[in-house]
């Protein structure tokens, strides 16, 4: 009778499977691109009912089939996972390796990683350490590689080992102060595992005078500082960041110039922004952004010049410049120009893109012209303002 049970159990089981896999329709012979597509959906239908083997089987295929190299990357991490949950480690490793291989320079750090963590949670630690620093040796970009050494450190935390690397890589800096590779790691540890900001800034510093043109080290030394209210410190490493790369000289300056306006240094704001602008960095939001500091000084003359500008600019994504119009019938009431602030706000009243826009015109249009001409004085508040003509 178990036998018999056994048996009807298995024979349904395939039954579902044929059913399953029929509803995959194959792809025509010109039709390249699906084949791949199919293979993987099979692989899927194998794995649902526990034939690794066939599973297996179906992403070689798919790789074999697949036209795009990333594409093939990523059904090696699939198949490769497979193994791995499945107990086949050295399979796993060998399919591993041949991803990364595969792979372009941030896709080898990006595999590399995938394979610590798909070891790691399959409880499978030392083979997780191996991958996980080798995606830190692999890493050619600064933030890739901190990236990298990041997912490294938490790991170890999880596994309790933190503490001893951590001590082997203090002990290379007693032994070698300018150690890179030792600053580097006990920096991001001091920073992201013991949250300690003043060591971490001061590893930070010892680590830029070994790489004193490290872009991304100069970029990180300034947020920390500003983290720590060091506007002053953040200011010099932007500064040092604008001429080690100049294709980041705009975002430089502007960051600056950020830092001065919380600082309430407006003179400096708009010093720094003028800079920005003669390097070619102008555009619709901060010319408006200058524009507000300026009313801030109530250069309004100014002011009035730079929101003329903004709103003549093409604005980026398509975008209605609506806020640099508003603004520019507040800064013309604000100069005294009443007649040009009626003008511009009954015109855009009617050609704004936003309802939302042209109501609020009519809403100024509408305070403007309550407002007592010169000549005229303020109605007392039980007095009904005239009537205009």
């Known amino acids: 009778m178990n036998r018999c049970a056994s048996f009807c159990v298995l024979l349904c089981a395939w039954a579902a499977f044929a059913l399953a896999a029929e509803r995959i329709e194959p792809p025509a012979k010109h039709e390249v691109g699906k084949v791949a597509s199919y293979y993987l959906a099979l692989a899927r239908i194998h794995i649902d009912f526990g034939r690794v083997d066939d599973a297996?089987?179906?992403?070689?295929?798919?790789?074999?089939?697949?036209?795009?190299?990333s594409n093939k990357v990523k059904h090696r991490l699939d198949l490769a996972t497979l193994l791995v949950k499945n107990d086949k480690l050295d399979e796993a490793r060998k399919v591993f390796d041949e991803a990364i291989e595969a792979a372009g320079p941030r896709g080898k750090v990006n595999a590399c990683g995938t394979a610590g963590r798909i070891f790691q949670e399959n409880k499978k630690a030392d083979l997780a350490d191996e991958y996980l620093k080798k995606a830190i040796d692999l890493a050619l970009d600064p933030r890739d590689q901190d990236m990298a050494r990041l997912a490294y450190m938490k790991f170890l935390q999880e596994t309790d080992r933190i503490d001893k690397v951590a001590?082997?890589?203090?002990?290379?800096?007693?032994?070698?102060?300018?150690?890179?590779e030792a600053l580097a790691w006990v920096s991001q540890y001091y920073l992201m595992i013991e949250d300690d900001l003043?060591?971490?800034i001061e590893v930070s510093e010892k680590l830029l005078e070994v790489r004193p043109k490290d872009t991304n080290l100069l970029e990180q030394?300034?947020?920390?500082?500003?983290g720590s209210k060091r506007a002053d410190k953040a200011i010099e490493m932007f500064i040092r960041l604008g001429e080690a790369d100049r294709s980041r000289y705009i975002y430089a300056v502007e960051q600056i110039a950020?830092?001065?306006?919380?600082?309430?240094?407006?003179?400096?704001?708009?010093?720094?922004?003028?800079?920005m602008f003669?390097?070619?960095?102008?555009?619709?939001?901060?010319?408006?952004?200058?524009?507000?500091?300026?009313?801030?000084?109530?250069?309004?003359?100014?002011a009035i010049e730079l929101l003329e500008k903004?709103?003549?600019?093409?604005?980026?994504d398509g975008r209605a410049p609506d806020p640099y119009q508003l603004a520019l019938i507040d800064a013309y009431q604000a100069a005294g120009r009443i007649q040009d602030a009626m003008a511009y706000a009954q015109n855009l009243a009617t050609t704004a893109r936003s309802a939302a826009t042209r109501a609020t015109a009519l809403t100024k249009l509408d305070a403007l012209r309550k407002q007592p001409k010169p000549d005229e004085k303020p109605p007392k508040p039980d007095e009904k303002p005239p009537e205009n003509k």
Request: net charge positive.
């Open 167 to 180: 001590a082997g890589y203090l002990q290379r800096l007693q032994a070698d102060p300018k150690d890179a």
């Open 198 to 200: 003043g060591k971490g």
């Open 56 to 69: 297996a089987e179906c992403y070689r295929k798919a790789v074999e089939l697949e036209k795009e190299p």
């Open 221 to 226: 030394l300034a947020v920390l500082y500003l």
């Open 258 to 275: 950020c830092i001065e306006t919380a600082s309430g240094n407006i003179e400096k704001a708009i010093e720094w922004n003028n800079k």
């Open 310 to 316: 903004a709103t003549k600019m093409p604005v980026q």
């Open 278 to 302: 003669e390097a070619g960095g102008e555009t619709p939001e901060r010319l408006y952004r200058q524009a507000m500091l300026y009313q801030q000084l109530r250069d309004y003359k100014r």
